[in-house]
């Protein structure tokens, strides 16, 4: 029997219907860790792919990472969003210093990004200044669209206030 892997684990899609009252939020971890388990920072020019907003939602996801070093010496976790691996890094690179072994850092604190266009979503990328010595764990908040007619024009997310 093969070893059941939780990197690989494909979740259903989750769309929102047609109208959204209430609670219009959900909690997902990183869709390049499904189970949230830790992901390894590789030294890799183009960075990889961690997490792909969605394009089937219609939804915002607020986006919360964190980041540890184990090695002796401080380190900089580099972040870049793009549609694909040639953009990353090349307008927007944010770069955030992760201390040696002093426990998990947050380096992205929430902040609410989407996919707009389906044949381009939206990704995370990473990279580090050591290969194999920082690890990231993370998650999303997902807001859905109070009024989800099936476009990305929503203005209003999460909760209502009428």
Known sequence: MAELNFQNVQR??????????????????????????PIPVGNVTAGEAIHTFPTN??????LY?????????????SMSFATGSADAFVVNNIIT??????????????????STKPAYPLKLFIRADDAGALGVMGYVIRYYPIDN???????????STE
Request: include cysteine; aromatic fraction near 10%.
């Open 12 to 37: 259903a899609v989750d769309l929102a219907g047609p109208v959204v009252t209430g609670n219009g939020s959900a909690r997902f971890p990183l869709s390049g860790s499904l189970s949230g388990s």
């Open 57 to 62: 939602t219609n939804a915002m996801e607020e």
């Open 65 to 77: 990472l964190y980041a540890y070093n184990y090695s002796t010496s401080a380190l900089n976790l």
């Open 97 to 114: 210093p992760v201390a040696s072994r002093s426990g998990m850092t947050l380096c992205y604190p929430g902040i609410p990004h989407k």
């Open 149 to 159: 007619e099936g476009n990305n024009a929503a203005e209003l997310y999460g909760y």
